[in-house]
């Protein structure tokens, strides 16, 4: 459906079973092509999720055998910078945050995507315990403006609207909320947690 959405610009050539490619149209009538290698533990494939039409980027899941990552591919200069989990746009389209749970270590890897030009860069990362664990917890992303981001939290089929907030404070950005959440589960304790920035 999404492909439909935009056959435009993005088409898939071949059969998913055996070999197939996704193509990307680009600008100046040049074309990039992902090649899916459905074998062993060899096995990559691309998936295309969106095309923000106001950021010019296409997004693309990769998955290669047990792991995934996604890659937002310019449509100006075909570059491919890659995202740790799905990227979810802020509203002014100038930067993407993505959220992974990492459950060997327990915690949620938080991270913020500055968008410069043609490519995609690390701007700041977080590693919290926002959901997930014993709890059963998980948290949903939301942009409520153009540089804060909130979560909410969703454990036991109920869910939490005052979980933590990520927004910038100066040079800094800032995850803090008036909930602990422990992995033994949710208290009623403050937290403040300044993320590492990348220049």
């Not at 680009?26 to 999720?49: H, K, M, N, W």
């Not at 949620?108 to 500055?114: C, D, K, N, R, S």
């Not at 100066?170 to 909320?177: A, Q």
Request: glycine share 8%; with cysteine.
């Amino acid at each position: 459906k999404a492909i439909a959405r935009h056959a435009k610009v993005v088409m898939r050539k071949g059969d998913p079973r055996r070999s197939s490619e996704l193509q990307i149209r680009l600008a100046q009538e040049r074309t990039i092509r992902f090649f899916d290698y459905p074998c062993g533990e060899d096995f990559t494939s691309y998936i295309f999720v969106d095309l923000p039409p106001q950021i010019g980027f296409a997004l693309v899941q990769q998955n290669i055998y047990e792991d995934y990552s996604y890659l937002a591919v310019s449509l100006a200069s075909g570059r491919v910078s890659r995202l740790l989990d799905k990227p979810v746009l802020s509203p002014d389209g100038k930067r993407f945050a993505s959220y992974r749970y990492d459950m060997m270590n327990a915690v949620t890897e938080l991270t913020l995507y500055a968008v410069k030009g043609d490519r995609v860069v690390t701007e700041a990362a977080c590693e919290a315990i926002i959901g997930g664990g014993q709890t059963d917890a998980t948290a949903m992303p939301k942009w409520t403006g153009p540089e804060t981001l909130s979560f909410i939290v969703f454990d036991s089929g109920r869910n939490f609207p005052d979980g933590p907030v990520l927004k910038r404070q100066g040079k800094d950005w800032v995850l803090e909320g008036p909930v602990t959440f422990t992995l033994e589960g949710r208290q009623r304790k403050p937290f403040r947690q300044v993320c590492q920035t990348f220049k």
